[in-house]
T-cell receptor, first 112, second 114 residues
Framework: DADVTQTPRNRITKTGKRIMLECSQTKGHDRMYWYRQDPGLGLRLIYYSFDVKDINKGEISDGYSVSRQAQAKFSLSLESAIPNQTALYFC???????????FGEGSWLTVV | DQQVKQNSPSLSVQEGRISILNCDYTNSMFDYFLWYKKYPAEGPTFLISISSIKDKNEDGRFTVFLNKSAKHLSLHIVPSQPGDSAVYFCAASGRWNAGNMLTFGGGTRLMVKP
């Protein structure tokens, strides 16, 4: 089983709809992240959380919100989806003692 | 403005030959660099890293070279194998970040031909 699990893996939604992407991890890491991948732009940080009570905006947080329900769970919401939010979304975790982050398998989101 | 750039979107190499993937950065405060490998329908996986106190780090067929004066790093894969065909991302982080924030390049798609 994957250490970082994302659901759903694929979703097509309509413009204006609310959509939530969920992430859970079994690595026991305190730090969790949401990244977005777009062709040619690499991965860009949307939000990050160092613990349950700590939420921080990343490079591209506009149009997104997050919730850290527990140490192991970090969800990303698009309150009103728009087509340019069509992308591949990755959840990731890290241990404060290292500088390596570990990614989930990704969630493909298409907004039509 | 992208602080980490991979100027080659794609690279094609013959099996058994060397693959060299390049990455440039602009922020001199970056002090730790990583390479990730991504297969289709999977998340990126960590491959190799290097601290700015070193200029080379080797792990099996993979070697990362860092040239701080040029703000340039490269990943060498020798010998290249068809299973190495993937997208490779370089990433950088700096201690000013209160955490393990990584800044990624745009990726290079490597194709290793049998």
């Amino acid at each position: 089983d994957a250490d970082v699990t994302q659901t759903p893996r694929n979703r097509i939604t309509k413009t204006g709809k609310r959509i939530m992407l969920e992430c859970s991890q079994t690595k026991g890491h305190d730090r969790m992240y949401w990244y977005r991948q777009d062709p040619g732009l690499g991965l860009r940080l949307i939000y990050y959380s160092f613990d349950v009570k700590d939420i921080n905006k990343g490079e591209i947080s506009d149009g997104y919100s997050v919730s850290r329900q527990a140490q192991a769970k970090f969800s990303l919401s698009l309150e009103s989806a728009i087509p340019n939010q069509t992308a591949l979304y990755f959840c990731a975790t890290s241990d404060p003692g290292t500088r390596t982050i570990y990614f989930g398998e990704g969630s493909w989101l298409t907004v039509v | 403005d992208q602080q980490v750039k991979q100027n080659s979107p794609s690279l094609s190499v013959q099996e058994g030959r060397i693959s060299i993937l390049n990455c440039d950065y602009t922020n001199s405060m970056f002090d730790y660099f990583l390479w990730y490998k991504k297969y289709p329908a999977e998340g990126p996986t960590f491959l190799i890293s290097i601290s700015s106190i070193k200029d080379k780090n080797e792990d099996g067929r993979f070697t990362v070279f860092l040239n701080k004066s040029a703000k340039h790093l490269s990943l060498h894969i020798v010998p290249s194998q068809p299973g190495d065909s993937a997208v490779y991302f370089c990433a950088a982080s700096g201690r000013w970040n209160a955490g393990n924030m990584l800044t990624f390049g745009g990726g290079t798609r490597l194709m290793v031909k049998p």
